[in-house]
């Protein structure tokens, strides 16, 4: 069986703010990546993830960006650093102004730490939705203080 999963949620603003919001570092670390990101995410770009949860910086390749429509990413996916994962984000407008966001991520081996990780990671990616619209909406970083 294939460890992949997608998850998705509706953020109350326009979706070059969405879009904008993961794609900008500062705007990013402002609810996500609470130890810092740095680098804009751009096609071919290497840029750097850091979390208070996971301490050290994950390099995070960025594969496709197509402007207020999609990021194609990947990064490592477990304990073994020759394993990366693929993330899809893809961001469309509502009729009603608001922006669905998709984060969809696969490639975890069929083994125990796989499935771990992939539980995980689907874990983590929620968690940023249910926090960037919380910060969108409403200023709030959810995760400030939530890891140490």
């Known amino acids: 069986m294939e460890l992949k999963f997608t998850v998705a949620g ?4 326009s979706v070059n703010e969405v879009f904008e919001a993961v794609a900008d570092p500062d705007r990013l670390s402002c ?9 804009r995410l751009a ?3 290497e840029v750097t993830w850091d979390f208070h949860d996971f301490p050290g910086a994950f390099p995070v390749l960025v594969q496709e960006v197509v402007q207020n429509e999609k990021i194609v990413l990947q990064w490592e996916a477990t304990q073994d650093p020759s394993t990366w994962t693929t ?4 961001f469309h407008e509502l009729e009603d102004g608001r922006t669905l966001v998709r984060i969809s991520e696969y490639g975890w ?3 125990e ?12 990616w929620t968690g940023m939705l249910c926090a960037m619209k919380a910060w969108l909406e409403h ?3 959810l995760r400030d203080g939530f890891y140490k």
Not at 10 to 13: A, E, F, G, S, V
Not at 87 to 90: D, F, G, L, Q, S
């Open 139 to 141: 200023g709030i970083n």
């Open 87 to 90: 993330v899809t984000m893809t």
């Open 43 to 45: 096609p071919g770009a």
């Open 113 to 124: 730490d796989g499935l771990k990780s992939s539980f995980g990671n689907c874990e983590g």
């Open 10 to 13: 509706r953020m109350p603003k």
């Open 109 to 111: 081996p069929e083994t």
């Open 31 to 39: 609810f996500f990546t609470t130890g810092g990101a740095k680098g």
